[in-house]
C-alpha cells in the first residue's frame, strides 16, 4: 500500500501579511476622514487658514501596533486645543468622536 503525502498550502506568513495590509488600509483610511472632518469642523476663525491647513490625520505602525494621530503642525496649535476653556478645540474632540466606531471596525476586520 502506497503512502498518501498532502501538501499544505497554508501559509501563515502570508496570512499574518494581509491582516497587517487590511489593518494598514483601515487606520489610514481612519485617520484621513478625521483629518478631513477636523479640517471642517474646526471652531475657529480663520485669519491664514495656516492652522487648518496644518490638521494631519496619520497612521504609522509602532512595532505591532497600529497608531493613528491627529495633529495641529502650527506653533499655536497648542493654544487652540488647550487655552480659552478650550472652546477652539478640534484634534481631542475629533479623536474622543472617532475612537470607538474606530476600534469596532478594527476588531470586526481582525474576526474575519
Known amino acids: 500500500m502506497a503512502s498518501m503525502r498532502f501538501k499544505s498550502n497554508f501559509n501563515p506568513a502570508s496570512i499574518q501579511n494581509r ?11 481612519a485617520a484621513k ?3 478631513g472632518e477636523a ?5 475657529w476663525t480663520d485669519r491664514t487658514t495656516n492652522a487648518r491647513n496644518s490638521i494631519q490625520g496619520d497612521f504609522r505602525w509602532r512595532n505591532d501596533q497600529a497608531v493613528i494621530s491627529l495633529s495641529g503642525n502650527v506653533d499655536y496649535f497648542v493654544y487652540l486645543e488647550l487655552a ?14 472617532h475612537a470607538p466606531s ?11
Open 19 to 29: 491582516v497587517r495590509a487590511a489593518i494598514g488600509i483601515y487606520a489610514s483610511t
Open 33 to 35: 476622514q478625521m483629518e
Open 39 to 43: 479640517k471642517w469642523g474646526a471652531p
Open 84 to 97: 480659552n476653556e478650550k472652546k477652539y478645540a478640534i484634534l481631542k474632540p475629533t479623536i474622543d468622536k
Open 102 to 112: 474606530i476600534i469596532k471596525g478594527y476588531q470586526r476586520l481582525v474576526k474575519r
